[in-house]
C-alpha cells in the first residue's frame, strides 16, 4: 500500500524539473516519489548526481540557486520525516 505524496515530496519533484538531470534519473525519480516510496538511498543518489551537474546552456547562477533550493527542500524532506516518527513513538509524557 502506497502513501500519500507530501508536500515536502512535490517541492523536491518541482525543484528536480528545473535541472538538467538524465532523463532517465529524472522519471525514475519521479517513479520513486508518485509511489510515495521516496527513501534516504533515493536522496543520497539524488545528491550525488546533483554534484557532479556541470551548467551546459544554462546559467550558472540559476543552476546554482537551483541546486540549493533543491538541498533545501531535502533538509526540509528530512527534519518532516524524522518529527513524524518521533511524534509516533508513543509513551507516556512525565509531569
Same mark, same amino acid.
Given at each position: 500500500?502506497?502513501?500519500? $505524496?507530501?508536500? *515536502?515530496?512535490?517541492? !523536491?519533484?518541482?525543484? !528536480? ?5 538524465? %532523463? ?18 533515493? $536522496?543520497? *543518489?539524488?545528491? %550525488? ?22 538541498? +533545501?527542500?531535502?533538509?526540509?524532506? +528530512?527534519?518532516?520525516?524524522?518529527? +513524524? ?8 509524557? +512525565?509531569?
Amino acid at each position: 500500500m502506497t502513501r500519500q $505524496v507530501t508536500e *515536502d515530496e512535490i517541492q !523536491i519533484w518541482n525543484t !528536480i524539473e528545473k535541472l538538467p538531470f538524465a %532523463s532517465e534519473d529524472k522519471s525514475f525519480w519521479k517513479e520513486v516519489i508518485n509511489e510515495g516510496s521516496l527513501n534516504e538511498d533515493v $536522496v543520497k *543518489d539524488i545528491q %550525488s548526481k546533483l554534484g557532479k551537474l556541470q551548467p551546459g546552456d544554462e546559467d550558472p547562477m540559476e543552476l546554482t540557486r537551483n541546486t540549493a533550493e533543491l538541498n +533545501r527542500h531535502i533538509q526540509t524532506w +528530512r527534519l518532516s520525516r524524522n518529527l +513524524r516518527g518521533f511524534s509516533n513513538r508513543g509513551g507516556r509524557r +512525565r509531569r
